[in-house]
């Protein structure tokens, strides 16, 4: 007979790691599962940091998420005794009249958040760094930077470990089904029953809910670091991460932080639908080329020497938003997947929400946006 829990997460990445301090927070006898290590490198939350931002042009109703991610952000940092955030003040950027820029604004006015709008000579000459063309306008955001992944999970797992819950590394889930009104979960060690299951399985969600097959969809991503020839203007004090449209494709960057180099990213870098399991972690030129053509451009001067490249997975939905709900079938079941490359900035209110739904199949926090009926 397997061991008993209030509630068993599938996958201790981002959302997982999250989750579980949150359900032990309310005393939930919870048990965290998770294939490879913890931290590791094999799904979507490694490469040092992500972008954290309240200017959200990819829908307003992210805002008052996000203003509940920062209060939340702090509160782990505390506990950890560690600083996971760092405000370096956020860029977006695009040609006047593309949504990259005219979205951010409009969430920041529909939300009163204090910005200022720059044109291309602005940015270039407040930030040197930045090489913007003619013709593209930025928002600046104060409160924007980013959030250190590796470490946001290492807090979270210590933080859930010292309020009594279990977390086992290197035990994979291989199946689950309902049991009564609880689940039975099956791994490659053991079986377990709970009364409530949370998936926050990432790139792998669609191998545990098959319905998740074409609203999950795993994408290879790389990402690179550059040395560039001034340090002085890639510091975190003096280079504003950034999300911005240009004609090459949308892309994202972070001054040097934690390991060498300038960051980029490209969103949607080849456009490879990938199976999670054959993930490739080798990278080749074509990969390298694609992220130096937007440094060379728009960041010359970061365009030095490779310091460092990673692939990693986005998990894509037909829209790009989030899926965060109860299973229609079991209600003692929640996801949350298919954060489509944006998501590991709220990954502290996505443990608050999951936690909710799991204990209470609701949540106060407003997430018609993100819920699976839209599809
Ligand atoms: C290159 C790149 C850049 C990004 N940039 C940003 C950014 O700047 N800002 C931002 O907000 N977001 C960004 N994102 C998106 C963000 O990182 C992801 O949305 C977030 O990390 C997803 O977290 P997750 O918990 O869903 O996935 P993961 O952290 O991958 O966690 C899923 C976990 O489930 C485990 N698992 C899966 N199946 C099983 C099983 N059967 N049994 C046990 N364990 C299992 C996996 O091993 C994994 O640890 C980026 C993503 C990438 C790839």
């Known amino acids: 007979m397997g061991q008993r829990f209030d509630c068993v997460v599938i996958g201790v990445g981002g959302m997982g790691s999250s ?3 949150n359900l032990a927070k309310r005393g939930q006898k919870v048990l965290g599962l998770e294939k490879f290590d913890i931290p590791h490198a094999e799904g979507s939350s490694h490469g040092v940091n992500r972008i954290i931002r309240l200017a959200y042009y990819e829908h307003p109703s992210y805002v008052p998420l996000l ?18 955030l760092f405000k370096t003040g956020s860029i977006d950027t695009a040609p006047a009249g593309h949504e990259v820029f ?3 604004l409009e969430s920041c006015l529909l939300h009163d958040i204090p910005h200022e709008v720059l044109d291309h000579d602005e940015i270039n000459n407040r930030f040197p760094g930045y090489q913007m063309p003619a013709g593209h306008m930025g928002l600046l955001q104060a409160d924007g930077g980013f959030v250190l992944s590796e470490r946001s999970i290492v807090a979270y797992v210590n933080a859930a470990l010292e309020i009594g819950a279990e977390i086992h590394a290197r035990e994979s889930v291989l199946s689950w089904e309902p049991e009564g009104s609880g689940v039975r979960v099956l791994t490659n060690r053991a079986e377990y029953f709970a009364n409530r299951l949370v998936i926050t399985a990432g790139a792998w969600a669609a191998g545990l809910v098959p319905e998740l097959r074409e609203l999950a ?6 990402l690179a670091w550059l040395q560039p020839s001034e340090p002085a203007l890639f510091t975190p004090q003096t280079f504003p991460v950034f999300n911005a449209y240009f ?4 892309y994202y960057g972070f001054p ?20 999670p399991d054959q993930q490739r972690a080798e990278v ?3 990969d390298e080329e694609i992220l130096r053509v937007a440094a060379a451009r728009y960041f010359p001067k970061a365009n030095g020497t490779l310091m460092t490249m990673k692939t990693c997975m986005f998990t894509n939905t037909p829209d790009d938003h989030f899926i965060i709900d109860v299973l229609p079938d079991y209600p003692q079941v929640s996801i949350g997947t298919g954060f489509s490359g944006h998501g590991f900035k709220f990954a502290s209110v996505i443990g608050e929400i999951l936690g909710d739904l799991a204990m209470d199949g609701e949540t106060k926090h407003h997430i018609n946006l993100l819920t699976l009926d839209r599809f």
């Open 19 to 21: 989750t579980v301090y």
């Open 67 to 84: 203003r509940r991610a920062y209060e939340l952000w702090a509160e782990i940092e505390t506990l950890a005794g560690e600083q996971l």
């Open 102 to 104: 005219e979205g951010s």
């Open 217 to 222: 969809v795993p994408e290879r991503q790389v």
């Open 247 to 250: 004609e090459e494709g949308r």
């Open 256 to 275: 040097v932080f934690g390991i060498p180099g300038f960051k980029i990213g490209r969103y949607h870098h080849l456009e490879e639908i990938i199976d």
């Open 284 to 286: 080749n030129s074509a």
